[in-house]
């Protein structure tokens, strides 16, 4: 297949000798050279000498991945069948695991073929493309799939890079398009997901650990806030675990009815919690002007985010965000802050929840932290890939 030599300029090229797997437009000299995607690239520095080989795609994070520093490996059959079985191999405890049904099986780069992700749901496999350009490796990646487990249906997910816009088509791909909700357990927890309903499914799995810690060591007994709340994960796994009573508050008309599938799907009853569906911002309001307060706050919003009064943005307003949260959490209460935003780390995040403190006059400590689960295999040469950072905070 013809392939586009991509020249790295010099400052970027150590950084590439040691594995960094993104191509970014600031290190490419000749990005002119780019126009159609899924096309082949050999990356080479500015001597010539080889790099790595890789794909030319663009979606929010690049312009496409390298997928080899081995100048003779070819992106073959049994180059894709090797990258899926080993990351098969390293779920293998979570397949044998009953009370979890719903993990991710494959993860981008960390899995060794950057922009796209696949994850399980009890038989159902999804297929997340993150650039046209990786999506012509389709059937390639899907037969390897194929070859490697039993399915009963797979869907998949394009995520191309349109601006924000979901591309509506039909996800189905192939085998049984099954029932939804198709119900999928976490940890012992029930839970509704839909696999054929847009970019999300019901379910972001990547919170895996933090609802489980939820569950088990901080919510009986306690009162729960979950803003942003979507289908109410955190809020069930609350209640789940003991807590007096949850309040979920999300602005989407569908967060009411499917939280409270969620709720039924494990014999709690709907009524006695709280779900409602309003902006954020004007129900911290309320409960600072009634003196409501809370043993948790949960705060877990997307990196944008348009209200018709607010625009939230995680890198300029999560400081003010916690200072919101601190302002209606009890004493010894909990804050637990949660953000997907690639574009800073935790010492970053940290800094915020400093200032935030700060500003409010008050004491806080650290009880514990995360970031991505195992199955969300990230690599220490791209540390960027390791975008979700949640802290459990008391307020003291
Ligand atoms: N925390 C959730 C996922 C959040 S997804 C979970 O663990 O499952 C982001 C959610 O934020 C979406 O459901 C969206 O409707 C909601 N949202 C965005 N802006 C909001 C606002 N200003 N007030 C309330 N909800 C908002």
Redesign the pocket.
């Given at each position: 297949m013809e392939e586009i030599q991509v020249k790295i300029k010099n400052s970027f090229a150590k950084k590439y000798q040691s594995g960094f797997p993104l191509l970014i437009k600031e290190a490419i000299i000749n990005v002119q050279d780019l126009k159609e995607e899924g096309k082949l690239v050999k990356v080479i520095d500015e001597r010539g000498e080889f790099l790595g080989r890789g794909y030319y795609g663009r979606q929010n994070k690049g312009y496409g991945w390298i997928l080899t520093q081995k100048e003779t490996e070819l992106f073959d059959e049994a180059f894709f069948h090797k990258k899926i079985s080993t990351a098969l191999n390293r779920r293998s405890s979570l397949y044998q695991d009953d009370s979890t049904t719903a993990f991710r099986v494959f993860n981008g780069e960390g899995d060794g073929i950057g922009g796209v992700t696949i994850d399980y749901y009890d038989g159902f496999y999804v297929l997340s493309w993150y650039s046209e350009g990786v999506y012509q490796f389709k059937e390639l990646i899907i037969e390897s799939l194929k070859s490697l487990i039993e399915y009963k249906g797979i869907y998949q997910k394009k995520r191309f890079d349109t601006g924000g816009k979901y591309i509506e088509e039909d996800d189905f791909v192939i085998g049984e398009r099954g029932e939804f909700p198709l119900m999928v357990k976490e940890n012992g927890v029930n839970f509704a997901v839909y696999l054929n309903e847009g970019p999300?499914t019901g379910?972001?799995l990547d919170?895996r650990d933090v609802?489980k810690t939820i569950r088990d060591k901080y919510a009986k007994g306690k009162t729960v806030l979950?803003?942003?709340?979507?289908?109410?994960?955190?809020s069930v796994f609350a209640a789940v675990g003991g807590a007096r009573k949850t309040t979920s508050?999300?602005?989407?008309n569908?967060?009411l009815e499917k939280t409270k599938e969620q709720f039924e799907l494990n014999n709690i009853n709907p009524d006695t919690e709280d779900i409602k569906v309003?902006?954020?911002?004007?129900?911290f309001d309320f409960a600072k002007k009634n003196n409501i307060t809370f043993d948790m706050v949960?705060l877990?919003?997307?990196s944008f985010?348009?209200?018709k009064k607010?625009t939230?943005s995680v890198a300029k307003d999560y400081k003010d965000l916690i200072k919101d949260a601190i302002a209606i959490t009890s004493l010894n209460g909990m804050i637990v802050a949660?953000t997907n935003y690639a574009g800073f780390g935790m010492d970053k995040f940290k800094g915020f929840i400093q200032k935030a403190f700060n500003e409010s006059g008050g004491n806080y400590s650290i009880i514990e932290t995360f970031s991505l689960p195992e199955d969300f295999r990230t690599r220490k040469d791209f540390k960027e890939g390791n975008y979700l950072k949640v802290v459990f905070i008391q307020k003291k």
């Amino acid at each position: 297949m013809e392939e586009i030599q991509v020249k790295i300029k010099n400052s970027f090229a150590k950084k590439y000798q040691s594995g960094f797997p993104l191509l970014i437009k600031e290190a490419i000299i000749n990005v002119q050279d780019l126009k159609e995607e899924g096309k082949l690239v050999k990356v080479i520095d500015e001597r010539g000498e080889f790099l790595g080989r890789g794909y030319y795609g663009r979606q929010n994070k690049g312009y496409g991945w390298i997928l080899t520093q081995k100048e003779t490996e070819l992106f073959d059959e049994a180059f894709f069948h090797k990258k899926i079985s080993t990351a098969l191999n390293r779920r293998s405890s979570l397949y044998q695991d009953d009370s979890t049904t719903a993990f991710r099986v494959f993860n981008g780069e960390g899995d060794g073929i950057g922009g796209v992700t696949i994850d399980y749901y009890d038989g159902f496999y999804v297929l997340s493309w993150y650039s046209e350009g990786v999506y012509q490796f389709k059937e390639l990646i899907i037969e390897s799939l194929k070859s490697l487990i039993e399915y009963k249906g797979i869907y998949q997910k394009k995520r191309f890079d349109t601006g924000g816009k979901y591309i509506e088509e039909d996800d189905f791909v192939i085998g049984e398009r099954g029932e939804f909700p198709l119900m999928v357990k976490e940890n012992g927890v029930n839970f509704a997901v839909y696999l054929n309903e847009g970019p999300m499914t019901g379910i972001f799995l990547d919170q895996r650990d933090v609802r489980k810690t939820i569950r088990d060591k901080y919510a009986k007994g306690k009162t729960v806030l979950n803003t942003f709340s979507y289908t109410g994960a955190f809020s069930v796994f609350a209640a789940v675990g003991g807590a007096r009573k949850t309040t979920s508050v999300d602005l989407a008309n569908r967060s009411l009815e499917k939280t409270k599938e969620q709720f039924e799907l494990n014999n709690i009853n709907p009524d006695t919690e709280d779900i409602k569906v309003m902006d954020v911002f004007k129900y911290f309001d309320f409960a600072k002007k009634n003196n409501i307060t809370f043993d948790m706050v949960i705060l877990d919003p997307p990196s944008f985010a348009r209200s018709k009064k607010h625009t939230f943005s995680v890198a300029k307003d999560y400081k003010d965000l916690i200072k919101d949260a601190i302002a209606i959490t009890s004493l010894n209460g909990m804050i637990v802050a949660s953000t997907n935003y690639a574009g800073f780390g935790m010492d970053k995040f940290k800094g915020f929840i400093q200032k935030a403190f700060n500003e409010s006059g008050g004491n806080y400590s650290i009880i514990e932290t995360f970031s991505l689960p195992e199955d969300f295999r990230t690599r220490k040469d791209f540390k960027e890939g390791n975008y979700l950072k949640v802290v459990f905070i008391q307020k003291k």
